[in-house]
């Protein structure tokens, strides 16, 4: 099936500072999605991306997809303390599993104020 | 409904006791999904839904689980003889469409614990 490596496994930052995830896959993606889980919630879907090369913003947010497609990535500018969650990339399988969501392994992010 | 709507939110159960668990999607929806969530770790596939049927149900850890959708609508997860390790976060999501294309919409999880 399909399968996503996302990195780092955590990240700790100073309020203020960047922070970079990233999904990476050794087949070609139809789409990748990202997702936010707040500490004690449950995931909220913050976009999907298509587009070989797409590049979307949302507010200090932007996503990237790979020209290749077999890779993602989410950055943060100047983060703050509500940015504090797990990040997930997630993916569509295909073949007799299509429609199969399957999730990266997610980054946790802490912010120091 | 207005969300995924998941029952019970909390579960305590005694080992070897079988539990039921439950996952209202939204109207509408197609595609339904359950995964599992350890403590601090990442989503854990189980099984989905096309309507009623189930093409994939290879995440289900052991033949202890299972899961069945009815009308195209509630779903049920079953968990017989219980184990201390199956106690998780049980997470159902629900899509408008089976492509994996659209976005997934969460329930607040059943937190299950099994003592």
């Known amino acids: 099936g399909q399968q996503v490596m996302q990195i780092p496994q955590y990240q700790h930052v100073q309020e203020g500072e960047d922070f970079t995830t990233y999904c990476n896959s050794s087949t070609t993606l139809s789409n990748i999605q990202w997702y936010k889980q707040r500490p004690g919630g449950h995931p909220v879907f913050l976009i999907q991306?298509?587009?070989?090369?797409e590049v979307k913003k949302q507010k200090r947010l932007t996503f990237q997809f790979g020209e290749a497609k077999k890779n993602s990535s989410l950055h943060i500018t100047a983060t703050q303390t509500t940015d504090v969650g797990t990040y997930f990339c997630?993916?569509?399988?295909?073949?007799?599993?299509?429609?199969?969501?399957?999730f990266g392994q997610g980054t946790i992010l802490t912010v120091h104020p | 409904g207005a969300g995924v709507s998941q029952s019970p939110s909390n579960k305590v159960t005694e080992k070897g006791k079988d539990v039921e668990l439950r996952c209202d999607p939204i109207s509408g929806h197609t595609a339904l999904y359950w995964y599992r969530q350890s403590l601090g770790q990442g989503l854990e596939f189980l099984i989905y839904?096309?309507?009623?049927?189930?093409?994939?149900k290879s995440g289900l850890p052991s033949d202890r689980f299972s899961a069945e959708r009815t009308g195209g609508s509630v779903s049920t997860l079953t968990i017989q003889r219980t184990q201390q390790e199956d106690s998780a976060v049980y997470l159902c999501?629900?899509?408008?469409?089976?492509?994996?294309?659209?976005?997934?919409?969460f329930g607040q999880g059943t937190r299950l614990t099994v003592v």
């Open positions: 997630a993916v569509g399988a295909g073949g007799t599993s299509y429609g199969k969501l399957t």
């Open positions: 991306l298509v587009k070989s090369g």
């Open positions: 839904f096309q309507g009623n049927s189930a093409p994939d």
């Open positions: 999501a629900s899509s408008r469409i089976p492509t994996a294309n659209t976005e997934a919409f």
